[in-house]
């Protein structure tokens, strides 16, 4: 299934991009060799004009842009210019430096030659004033811009992979070393055996004493607490003490994928980084959507693991639905109960009781404990974890050795998956593939009451994580961080993951080519998480 995706990624990507670049070359969308009206004005009365380079502004007239891009900007335009007058006088050479209050157009054009500036030939016209003349420009040629974003996102998008995976080494050296010491001292075994009727349902492939189950609490543990830099070591940790005792090296077993499941359903108790981007805009109430958060993530993980359970059963030979649900109808009642009880906390008004016991907190003063609670509680787990395998007597410096040298190979090991995956969606962003399946999706989002601008957000969540903070960013900038859409968008980042990029981390590490069911599970997560958030803002907030 991930091979599949991969090439489609990639095709469409390109396809996007190419096809972008035919209509664009076809309507003359830059107005290629068509010369352009401008005024240029110099700092001083000039006489007569001068030869050579000097400094000088260009004005644009809105109807004039308008009309010759075909364009709808409000305002004329100024930028600062140099101009290289020739020794006709009349002939030269122009280049406008690019600020904020660029068109678009304009931006899209000079950045195709990826260069800070828009460069083309000027023909001086006449003058108008003591210090300005009309002039004509014509801009240099344009072509593929599209294809050149792709060329340059699959270059940058590899540097990135690789400079993840690098940066892997150190925290999965530290977690590792880490997890050893609380290995060897017992303490792991007895987290565990304190979850064990939660587990033996989930993974009932582990034994409940097995280093995978411990490194896999951990990893949910972390994640819960908003702990992202620990999560990750103990992930990795847990998929390769998982593939240890697969009987079928290579394939991802059952459990991998419950596992991976639980980590693409992104269940956070806090969603610190959500809540810091809301504090940073502005927002009253940055802590607003804790509750929404975790009712969505909620239902990320309800569908997530039902999904992994339900799919898992169709490779064997003979299963029947009605005997595997009554077995399992302990389990379902209790994930169905939780998820109710959090919708009546909303519905019967609690949760707001709850957050006016909270009102005298500033929006500073909250991002200030969230920090706080973010720099402690690293510290406080490796004390834990070092402290008591000092008390039990466990050689920690060796053991913490011993159990750092497995991080560097493991975030070696994960590069090539990491190279491909983001490869793959940096074709498909930089190559217009988002934008298509926006204009697909949005007929269907429209019917079940998603606004169109919080399309974009649900679509890059599952495909890129600082991808999303970036239009999670944009959209509270531009409709404010305590608005219906604000709240929306950052209980999506909240409430599900990036699976693509977990699915490639994950599976990486231990060499799995094949993933079977995790990614329609993972998306199967996605799609729960997006609708349950919907749900509840809408309930809330609409």
């Not at 925290?171 to 880490?178: R, T």
């Not at 500033?362 to 509680?377: D, Q, R, T, W």
């Not at 007597?393 to 560097?408: D, L, P, T």
């Not at 969606?425 to 399946?437: H, S, V």
């Amino acid at each position: 299934m991930l091979n599949y995706i991969w090439v489609a990624l990639i095709i469409l990507g390109v396809g996007a991009a190419l096809t972008t670049d035919i209509i664009n070359s076809s309507t003359n969308r830059y107005k290629n060799g068509t010369p352009f009206n401008i005024t240029i004005s110099f700092n001083e009365k000039i006489d007569v004009l001068p030869e050579g380079k000097q400094p000088a502004k260009i004005q644009v007239t809105s109807s004039s842009y308008n009309n010759f891009y075909n364009d709808r900007i409000s305002s004329d335009l100024e930028f600062d210019a140099v101009v290289k007058i020739n020794k006709d006088l009349t002939t030269g050479f122009i280049s406008v430096k690019i600020d904020n209050n660029f068109p678009p157009i304009w931006k899209e054009m000079a950045a195709s030659g990826g260069k800070d500036e828009l460069t083309g030939s000027i023909k001086v016209k006449e003058r108008i004033h003591e210090n300005s003349f009309k002039a004509e420009v014509i801009f240099e040629a344009i072509s593929f811009t599209k294809m050149k974003d792709v060329t340059n996102a699959v270059l940058e998008y590899a540097g990135t992979a690789v400079t993840i995976a690098l940066g892997l080494i150190g925290i999965m050296a530290l977690w590792l070393g880490v997890m050893k010491v609380a290995e060897e001292a017992g303490l792991i075994k007895i987290i565990a055996r304190s979850l064990k009727p939660f587990t033996k349902r989930l993974f009932p492939e582990i034994p409940s004493d097995h280093p995978a189950m411990s490194s896999m609490i951990m990893n949910i543990s972390a994640n819960m607490l908003g702990l992202g830099n620990a999560a990750t070591p103990f992930g990795l940790k847990a998929m390769e003490e998982m593939e240890k005792i697969n009987q079928n090296k290579g394939t991802a077993s059952n459990s991998m994928v419950t596992f991976l499941a639980i980590n693409t359903a992104g269940l956070t108790l806090i969603p610190a980084t959500a809540i810091a981007v809301r504090a940073a805009s502005g927002s009253s109430n940055p802590a607003i959507i804790i509750g929404t958060t975790i009712f969505g993530a909620l239902c990320a993980t309800v569908a997530g693991v039902t999904a992994a359970k339900i799919i898992e059963k169709f490779y064997l030979k003979s299963w029947s639905f009605a005997e595997w649900f009554k077995k399992n109808l302990k389990f379902f009642g209790l994930a169905i109960f939780t998820v109710l009880t959090v919708f009546l906390f909303f519905i019967t008004g609690l949760a707001g009781k709850v957050g006016e016991l909270f009102s005298f907190i500033s929006a500073e003063g909250f991002k200030n404990i969230i920090e706080v609670v973010s720099k402690l509680a690293i510290p406080l787990l490796i004390v834990v974890f070092i402290g008591y395998g000092a008390i039990k007597k466990i050689k920690v410096y060796e053991s913490f050795v011993e159990g750092a040298k497995e991080g560097f190979t493991i975030a070696i090991k994960i590069i090539p998956y990491l190279v491909a995956m983001l490869i793959a969606i940096g074709i498909f962003r930089a190559g217009g593939g988002m934008d298509w399946l926006i204009f697909i999706l949005q007929p269907i989002t429209n019917l079940i009451g998603m606004p169109a601008e919080a399309l974009p957000m649900a679509l890059m969540r599952p495909l890129s994580g600082s991808g999303s903070l970036g239009i999670m960013s944009e959209n509270l900038a531009v409709y404010g961080p305590d608005s219906f859409l604000g709240i929306l968008v950052s209980t999506f980042y909240g409430s599900t993951e990036t699976t693509f990029y977990v699915l490639a981390l994950y599976f990486g590490a231990v060499n799995i080519k094949n993933t079977r069911h995790a990614l329609p599970v993972g998306l199967i997560a996605d799609v729960a998480g997006i609708l349950g958030a919907l749900f509840i803002v809408k309930l809330l907030f609409s």
